[in-house]
């Protein structure tokens, strides 16, 4: 009786546990809109987002007040030699900077062409002739998590990433992580959102989540059969305690 529980147990867990090929393949044949696809995305400046602003012009002494000093860092070897570094600029709570000359300048909610723009502006009126502004985040960065290969915090140079790159960063998901539901966290103005996409479908790729954005957090749930083995495994050695005092106690009393 025992032996047959265990077997019709172990088949009913089996079976749980198979996955087809609708359940993994990624970007099936659903049909979209191609209006809805966004492929001019523009990343917008938040708070606490580090800016690196370099100015120039055909005048490179002129230009110079516009740009930060460069800093030196110190080596912990005393057989090193000192790093240069370009200081960047934050971001308050207000979306502003303090820029050498110009002042208190509001790039929060601004793409990076619009603010190149707003910077050149405001220096060829009368500081420089033909400037020329170069801006880089210099702490963007994404966070995966879940059922993947490694999760990690990801600090990226470029600025264009998708949902599909954070995940290959993170060596994609393991395969028994859900693919119908992943998470984005995502911050917007004073508030937290969330975003839920399906990587199975070709509907993907009209999310707004489908381009991420600084800071955002990328979640992959385990599927059921994962959660299932992970109790299973926490619960089996206290389930063979209780057989072996039960089939002990059994045998006791039936002799």
């Known amino acids: 009786m025992i032996k047959k529980t265990i077997i019709v147990l172990s088949i009913t867990f089996l079976l749980g546990s198979c996955a087809s090929r609708k359940d993994l393949v990624y970007f ?25 602003i370099i100015v120039s012009s055909d005048d490179l002494i002129a230009a110079q007040p516009f740009n930060l000093p460069i800093s030196i860092s110190t080596p912990i070897s005393t057989n090193a030699n000192g790093m240069a570094k370009i200081q960047s600029y934050l971001i308050d709570k207000n979306g502003e900077i303090e820029f050498p000359v110009l002042g208190t300048l509001k790039l929060g909610g601004l793409t990076r062409i619009e603010s190149i723009q707003l910077i050149k502006d405001k220096l060829s009126s009368g500081y420089l002739k033909n400037p020329i502004v170069n801006i880089t985040i210099t702490n963007f960065k ?28 993170a060596g994609d998901l393991n395969i ?31 999310s707004p989540a489908y381009y991420l954005q600084q800071n955002d957090v990328v979640y992959v749930e385990p599927n059921n059969a994962k959660v299932q083995d992970a109790a299973f495994t926490r619960t089996t050695g206290l389930f063979i305690s209780m057989a072996s005092v039960f089939i002990s106690l059994l045998t006791i009393l039936t002799r």
């Open 28 to 52: 099936q044949n659903d049909d979209i809109n191609q209006t809805e696809v966004d492929n001019n995305y523009q990343l917008t400046f938040k708070p606490d987002d580090l800016l690196q």
């Open 142 to 169: 994404i966070t995966v998590i879940g059922d993947v290969q490694r999760s990690s915090v990801f600090q990226l140079a470029n600025e264009r990433i998708t949902i599909i790159d954070a995940l290959g960063f």
């Open 176 to 206: 028994s992580g859900k693919r119908d539901n992943v998470l984005v966290i995502r911050e917007e103005g004073n508030q937290k959102k969330t975003y839920r996409v399906d990587l199975r479908s070709n509907k993907l790729l009209t």
